[in-house]
């Protein structure tokens, strides 16, 4: 069985794929996910659920929620006598077992990922990273209502992603693809307007596309953006680029990829 949370939550097994119809059960799906193999008290799971405005009868709901959430997963795995959530002082756990999280299996890919750029396998990289983005199929967890854990694991795993998408471009600049990442890149930098990374990269993609006066436009943007909002100017690297572009391409490893 997946729990896949890299995207609306769902529950996939060998007959398909479902979701939890109600959301103060799928948050507590998600809260024992995202806490995998930890025990979580339900003064935590509360939080998540109410946040400072607790009903009356809070921790009776909340056995009712783990009483459905029990069924639900029973469904999926009807060969399995325990429940992967268990009730353990002080609270409850979901024990993952053979069992397999999308979250878990991107973070493998993309430090997996990560190695293969660091031994200059850059083919190799391409296709762990590009594997990892795969599985995401919208933002973490859909539209649930997020608390302070399911909002900073979000959080967390957005900025994974990022770093990503970034790991792969240069990889993808390294074999000479740099036509293949302009698009995304103007995507990536209209969504994230501060991260230097993304401009530096489809200024170099342009470079090497023969685009040179696009280059120094994104440069201009990239200043532009950073100083009126930031107040800060282009940092070290993209100003480096932007020097060598007006130096007509010196030094030559902005016109060819590396070897």
């Not at 990442?181 to 401009?199: D, K, Q, S």
């Not at 090497?208 to 696009?214: K, L, N, Q, T, V």
């Amino acid at each position: 069985m997946r729990y896949e949370i890299l995207g609306p939550l769902r529950v996939a097994d060998g007959a398909g794929r479902s979701e939890i119809s109600a959301p103060k059960i799928e948050t507590v799906l998600a809260v024992l996910l995202v806490r995998a193999d930890r025990v979580v008290t339900p003064e935590t799971l509360t939080t998540e659920l109410w946040g400072d405005r607790l009903p009356r009868r809070a921790t009776a709901c909340l056995h009712v929620y783990m009483s459905q959430l029990r069924k639900f997963l029973h469904r999926h795995r009807p060969d399995r006598a325990e429940s992967p959530v268990a009730t353990q002082p002080p609270g409850y756990v979901l024990r993952l077992g053979a069992d397999e999280l999308d979250s878990g299996i991107f973070l493998r890919l993309l430090d997996e990922g990560r190695g293969l750029l660091r031994g200059r396998r850059h083919a190799e990289a391409c296709t762990r990273l590009e594997s990892a983005l795969a599985l995401w199929r919208g933002p973490v967890l859909g539209d649930l209502r997020k608390g302070p854990i399911l909002d900073g694991f979000a959080a967390w795993l957005r900025e994974a992603r990022l770093e990503c998408l970034e790991l792969l471009s240069e990889a993808q600049l390294t074999l000479g693809r740099h036509r293949e990442i302009v698009e995304r890149m103007h995507v990536l930098i209209g969504e994230n307007p501060y991260r230097e990374e993304y401009y530096r990269q489809l200024m170099l993609a342009l470079f090497r596309s023969e685009r040179p006066e696009d280059a120094l436009r994104v440069y201009r943007a990239a200043r532009r953006v950073l100083k009126e909002d930031l107040g800060v100017e282009p940092s070290r690297p993209l100003r480096d680029l932007h020097h060598a572009i007006l130096a007509a391409g010196e030094p030559r490893r902005l016109y060819a990829p590396a070897s």
